[in-house]
């Protein structure tokens, strides 16, 4: 499932801000980069991303975005950022002129890298080659809103599997469980890899993820969870089991 991958810019240098998107966006065209020069802007880009379901997948933050060096604007943007679900684990990138802030990022917003200003393009275009070649944002994932409308950010080869229960789907992860009714079984099916598999009118499972089959109660095992085995769905399923 191809996705366009998204970045956001924020840096309050016009300048050095202009350079970065043309650089970038001629290294890789497909890429759709997000610019902001001060928080306000970078806070409404942030909010329409959620709102319009297309997800940013990297951030640049400058930490200082106005000329007081009191001021930690980008600090305060990664506390937004990581207050959505959505951006828990989305990688962000700081750029700064002060090395001793670099302690303090990296201890409270996780943040995957840093880079000391003065900086040139060439220098964060490697960090953002990597992060677009690696795995880190490279994941396969899928959008849902859970039934009280928060956005979840879904890496499909961790999830286990899914079960249809009435006019929800639950969509169940290692770490958590989602239940939404944006999507039915059959619809979710779609967005999912070949390594997903019907085996049961109201449960797709992840067969890499099986761990075992038992023939006498019909089910197989993940994790601690016990799947039924539809009988129209055994013989295929069992096939796709010694093709994984």
């Known amino acids: 499932m191809e996705q366009k991958q998204r970045i956001l810019i924020v840096e309050d240098n016009e300048l050095q801000r202009i350079e970065l998107v043309d650089h970038l966006q001629k290294l890789h065209p497909s890429l759709i980069i997000h610019s902001a020069t001060n928080l306000e802007e970078a806070e409404l880009i942030l909010q329409d991303s959620i709102l319009d379901d297309a997800f940013l997948h990297l951030f640049l933050l400058d930490i200082h975005l106005s000329s007081n060096e009191k001021k930690h604007e980008g600090f305060?943007?990664?506390?937004?950022?990581?207050?959505?679900?959505?951006?828990?684990?989305?990688?962000?990138?700081?750029?700064?002129?002060?090395?001793q802030q670099i302690e303090f990022a990296l201890n409270n917003f996780h943040c995957y890298n840093y880079i000391k200003k003065p900086y040139d393009c060439g220098e964060i275009a490697k960090q953002v080659q990597h992060l677009l070649l690696s795995h880190i944002i490279r994941q396969e994932t899928f959008f849902v809103r859970d039934t009280r409308r928060i956005a979840h950010r879904i890496y499909i080869d961790s999830i286990l599997f899914l079960e249809s229960n009435g006019h929800t789907l639950k969509i169940v992860c290692p770490e958590n469980t989602i239940v939404t009714r944006d999507y039915t079984l059959s619809s979710v099916e779609e967005q999912l890899g070949d390594a997903f598999f019907r085996c049961h009118r109201k449960y797709i499972v992840n067969?890499?993820?099986?761990?075992?089959?038992?023939?006498?109660?019909?089910?197989?095992?993940?994790?601690?969870?016990a799947i039924p085995v539809g009988r129209v769905f055994k013989d295929k399923l069992l096939e796709s089991i010694q093709l994984a």
């Open 76 to 99: 305060q943007f990664a506390q937004l950022i990581r207050s959505h679900t959505v951006y828990q684990m989305t990688p962000l990138i700081f750029l700064t002129s002060n090395k």
């Open 207 to 225: 067969t890499r993820l099986i761990e075992n089959y038992d023939s006498l109660c019909s089910n197989v095992q993940i994790r601690n969870h």
